[in-house]
Nanobody, 115 residues
Framework: QVQLVESGGGLVQAGGSLRLSCAAS????????MAWYRQAPGKQRELVAS???????NYADSVKGRFTISRDNAKNTMYLQMNSLKPEDTAVYYC?????????WGRGTQVTVST
């Protein structure tokens, strides 16, 4: 059974930092593309960043230069380092593994950035 568990969310002041983690089990982690998405209240879920099995990364324009995605295949874990956080980064952050047609999702972790 595939399981993705996010952690590291919380409340932080604008300009602060958080590090999210996504621990995967029940799936061959190292060969799959992984991604972080977020969904703010009243908005659609959007891609934040993705990382391929080879380590190639892609970021939404809104987070470029502030967020860094990484993975540790030995630990079956993906990370999202978030710096210079803004109130508009407030959302539930989800991790996803695999392509759209065969994806698994975590339950999400809340990130709240206060002014």
């Amino acid at each position: 059974q595939v399981q993705l568990v996010e952690s590291g969310g919380g409340l932080v002041q604008a300009g602060g930092s958080l590090r999210l983690s996504c621990a995967a089990s029940g799936i061959t982690f190292s060969i799959r593309t992984m991604a972080w998405y977020r969904q703010a209240p009243g908005k659609q879920r959007e891609l934040v960043a993705s990382i391929s099995s080879g380590g190639g990364t892609n970021y939404a324009d809104s987070v470029k230069g502030r967020f860094t995605i990484s993975r540790d295949n030995a630990k079956n874990t993906m990370y999202l380092q978030m710096n210079s956080l803004k109130p508009e980064d407030t959302a539930v952050y989800y991790c996803k593994i695999g392509p759209d047609y065969d994806a698994y999702w975590g339950r999400g972790t809340q990130v709240t950035v206060s002014t």
